[in-house]
């Protein structure tokens, strides 16, 4: 699977950006996917993750209510968007899949890794 992250920028805080990875190279409904971020000096972090079908999903506390996340398999796209941004989710964040949902907050059960793109918030 080959993933393509893009949306990415620099927005003042309070304001809003939305992300897509673009997949191809297989079968995108089979693949549980995942939205990470990477701060400086920090170690990447899950965000939030959506199920094959987008029946269910799963955020970080840090995000939770402020961020959504979605899929289009038609398009094979999912979409993560952001909203009431703080400078604190200055990152550059990164798409991921895997198969199943278990452990769907862990980098090490994602296979799939796509390129990342860096978003800014200005205070």
């Known amino acids: 699977v080959q993933l393509q992250a893009s949306g990415g920028g620099l927005v003042q805080a309070g304001g809003s950006l939305r992300l897509s990875c673009a997949a191809s190279?297989?079968?995108?409904?089979?693949?549980?996917m995942g939205w990470f971020r990477q701060a400086p000096g920090k170690e990447r972090e899950f965000v939030s993750s959506i199920s094959r079908f987008g029946g269910s999903t799963y955020f970080a506390d840090s995000v939770k209510g402020r961020f959504t996340i979605s899929r289009d398999n038609a398009k094979n796209t999912v979409y993560l968007q952001m909203n009431t941004l703080k400078p604190e989710d200055t990152a550059v964040y990164y798409c991921?899949?895997?198969?199943?949902?278990?452990?769907?907050?862990?980098?090490?059960?994602?296979?799939?890794w796509g390129q990342g793109t860096q978003v800014t918030v200005s205070s």
């Open positions: 991921a899949a895997k198969i199943g949902s278990s452990n769907y907050d862990q980098m090490w059960a994602y296979k799939y």
């Open positions: 190279g297989s079968t995108f409904s089979s693949n549980h």
